[in-house]
């Protein structure tokens, strides 16, 4: 299988070959996946030197949303790469949310086929560990030329010596977004001007948030912010709760750069900055800052908000960071224990991975992303700025994306429970409890406390697993 990176090298000479034409995307739980038309990316047999024929094998893909096409879409590049050069398919074993895990395990014990699994934050190490997934080491030569990009991301995940996550994209950045208008309403800078300067800190953060509540005439209450806030905060450290060396994971809850980070949520809710409650897109009642949430929430915030000068912006940084650090995710596939189909499978995530590097695909798929959804009435439901998705995509190059390894310790670490301070997850309390729990705990030094040795048993587990 490690030709395949000889193929990749013929199909990358080819890319100027390619049309450039638009394409549409549909969105998904994991991220954005671009789409043309299957005769835009046709490439003939004769322009590759060497050839994978999958001969119609079909990957075994379970997952609660299907990579073919519904509802008269095109096909993605990916798949049209996968199937049309590669002669491979996919066959969806339909899911819900709430039900995927339980369906894989069942599968599997049962000898159902499945064969490939969306990447989810429990793959590594708590999906490994239960014998869910198996190496791609095998199938992917990772010194190939199309993972440039990707290397920082592909060694973290390194684990037990091998590589069963080899992310292909960064997806679902989590974003400030607000109004440049309210911004100049209120006298206060544009956060986008002040990270081009390098000084969009927690401290002109802090500050631009206090003054707007302070500027407020009483008519109603004023937030200086609302939304999913305390993970991207506390990640805006580049610190994690939980450190992975590729040999044994270690409790860092004690990094006194993540302190500053719980003291300032402190202070936010002593100040009353931070609007609990839960709003799908940017409030268009004039009385909250800023909000924050995914890239994907950008579009209907534009949409509800058509004359406020929308923009997003990355988390600000610690005054005393070198860089900015992006809270977000990575696409990726898991190729599941006991399938037979690692190649298939390994092929599927090299089209993923051309079709989020290519320049050509990728100016189809900006062409596509601005323009407007509406409806069948003709009213916008979501859009997006060009400027907006420049924006974006810089800062998935320019930052670093973080992950923090705690996330994927199973429900213990990372679980919603019943909604309590008591019953969520231990990661879920230390990101945002002294913002949504202050009746529970009232400072971080509680928090921490409260926690720190929970978090050393989980870890005694996981490091007795690694060999």
């Not at 609990?276 to 908000?305: E, H, Q, R, V």
């Not at 926690?451 to 587990?461: C, G, H, R």
Request: net charge negative; glycine share 6%.
């Amino acid at each position: 299988m490690k030709k395949l990176s000889r193929i990749l090298a013929g199909l990358l000479s080819m890319t100027m070959l390619l049309a450039a034409t638009a394409c549409s995307e549909t969105q998904t739980a994991e991220t954005s996946s671009h789409y043309k038309s299957e005769d835009d990316v046709a490439v003939s047999q004769a322009e590759v030197e060497e050839q994978i024929d999958l001969g119609g094998e079909a990957i075994y893909w379970l997952a609660d949303y299907d990579l073919n096409p519904q509802n008269n879409q095109d096909r993605s590049v990916a798949l049209t790469l996968f199937e049309d050069q590669f002669n491979g398919k996919i066959e969806w074993i339909s899911c819900t949310s709430d039900t995927k895990f339980d369906t894989l395990t069942n599968r599997i014990l049962g000898g159902d086929p499945v064969d490939m699994f969306p990447y989810e934050w429990d793959a590594i190490p708590n999906g490994v560990s239960k014998d869910q997934y198996q190496p791609l080491d095998d199938y992917i030569d990772l010194d190939a030329e199309i993972w440039d990009g990707m290397r920082d991301a592909i060694d973290m995940y390194e684990y037990n010596g091998k590589h069963y996550v080899i992310p292909y994209a960064i997806s679902d950045p989590l974003l400030i977004t607000y109004s440049r208008k309210l911004c100049e309403e209120n006298g206060l800078d544009d956060p986008y001007e002040l990270y081009e300067d390098g000084d969009w800190d927690w401290d002109s953060f802090m500050e631009m948030m206090k003054q707007f509540v302070a500027n407020g005439d009483g008519s109603s209450e004023r937030y200086g912010i609302c939304g999913w806030f305390g993970q991207a905060m506390v990640q805006s450290t580049g610190k994690t709760i939980v450190n992975f060396d590729g040999k044994q994971f270690t409790n860092n809850i004690s990094d006194p750069e993540i302190e500053k980070a719980e003291n300032l949520m402190a202070e936010m809710h002593s100040l009353n900055l931070y609007d609990p409650n839960w709003y799908g897109n940017f409030p268009d009642t004039g009385n909250i800052l800023f909000y924050g949430m995914g890239d994907w929430a950008l579009g209907a915030s534009n949409a509800k908000n058509p004359d406020a000068d929308i923009m997003v912006v990355p988390f600000p940084k610690s005054p005393d960071a070198d860089e900015y650090y992006l809270c977000g995710n990575y696409a990726a596939r898991m190729l599941v224990k006991n399938s037979t189909k690692g190649e298939a499978v390994a092929t599927y995530i090299m089209c993923e991975r051309l079709a989020a590097t290519q320049e050509d695909y990728l100016a189809a798929a900006k062409e596509k992303a601005l323009i407007p959804n509406t409806s069948a009435s003709g009213v916008v439901l979501s859009y997006v700025t060009e400027e907006q998705y420049d924006a974006i995509q810089s800062y998935k190059a320019d930052t670093t994306t973080v992950f923090d390894f705690g996330y994927g310790m199973g429900s213990t670490m990372y679980g919603d429970g019943e909604y309590t301070y008591e019953t969520r997850g231990i990661m879920n309390n230390l990101m945002d409890a002294l913002l949504t729990y202050p009746d529970s705990v009232d400072s971080w030094a509680v928090l921490r406390d409260n926690w720190s040795a929970a978090i050393d048993d989980v870890l005694k587990t996981y490091n007795a697993a690694i060999q």
